[in-house]
């Protein structure tokens, strides 16, 4: 069983930042690989970053590529995703992801928090 749990959705100004925590259960959270997807209005579910579990190895989108910064917290048992200058277009549900290898949950996830929404305005 997987438990994620995301915090830190909210409104914010075009070059802002904003953090995302997601907190997953901790035998998950030792085990498996972590990161984020987001699905804007009337947009499929992308890909945003990754990390493996021992916090060797990060992905990034190309659309986030120095910009958001996704790093792990192994005493709280947490990611968080640390989103600077933050455009309109990076408006989404941001979900926290988990799965076995980082490198394979850029294309997809074995499972899913239940989306925390983040809204730049211009």
């Known amino acids: 069983q997987v438990q994620l749990v995301e915090s830190g959705g909210g409104l914010v100004q075009a070059g802002g930042s904003l953090g995302l925590s997601c907190t997953a259960s901790k035998r998950a959270f030792n085990v498996y690989a972590m990161g984020w997807f987001r699905q804007g209005p009337g947009k499929e579910r992308e890909f945003v970053a990754a990390?493996?579990?021992?916090?060797?190895?990060?992905y990034y989108a190309d659309s986030v590529k120095g910009r958001f910064t996704l790093s792990r917290d192994n005493a709280k048992n947490t990611v968080t995703l640390q989103m600077n200058n933050l455009k309109p277009e990076d408006t989404a549900v941001y979900y926290c992801?988990?799965?076995?290898?980082?490198?394979?949950?850029?294309?997809?996830?074995?499972?899913w928090g239940q989306g925390t929404q983040v809204t730049v305005s211009s």
């Open positions: 992801a988990a799965g076995p290898q980082a490198s394979r949950l850029r294309y997809g996830s074995d499972y």
């Open positions: 990390i493996d579990w021992a916090a060797v190895t990060t």
